[in-house]
């Protein structure tokens, strides 16, 4: 069974930083593209970045471009997210997401078959 678990969610005050990390357990995805969205209360799903399965490529939102930096470590099966300089435009569930492709740059949620259940990132003013 395919697991994504998300860590390192938590409450923050504006102009800090968080990191936060997903495990993938149950298949490698060191082949595959993986990425990260959010969803703000009454909002829907966006995508905030993406790497793809060496790394060499990374994806951004514009609004977090600058700020936030998508890593991965494939040796570990993990994929990190460090966020800096957050505001509270910020707050959001985060979510890890895996894709079962090593083509796509996983700017779409729909390139996306495993997805994690959710890490919550508060950015208080």
């Known amino acids: 069974q395919v697991q994504l678990i998300e860590s390192g969610g938590g409450l923050v005050q504006a102009g800090g930083s968080l990191r936060l990390s997903c495990a993938a357990s149950?298949?490698?995805?060191?082949?595959?593209?993986m990425g990260w969205f959010r969803q703000a209360p009454g909002k829907e799903r966006r995508f905030v970045a993406s790497?793809?399965?060496?790394?060499?490529?990374?994806y951004y939102a514009d609004s977090v471009k600058g700020r936030f930096t998508i890593s991965r470590d494939n040796a570990k099966n993990t994929v990190s997210l460090q966020m800096n300089s957050l505001s509270p435009e910020d707050t959001a569930v985060y979510y890890c997401?895996?894709?079962?492709?090593?083509?796509?740059?996983?700017?779409?949620?729909?390139?996306?078959?495993?997805w994690g259940q959710g890490a919550q990132v508060t950015v208080s003013s």
């Open positions: 149950g298949r490698s995805f060191s082949s595959n593209t």
């Open positions: 997401a895996a894709s079962q492709s090593r083509y796509v740059s996983g700017k779409i949620s729909s390139e996306y078959t495993y």
């Open positions: 790497i793809t399965w060496s790394g060499r490529d990374t």
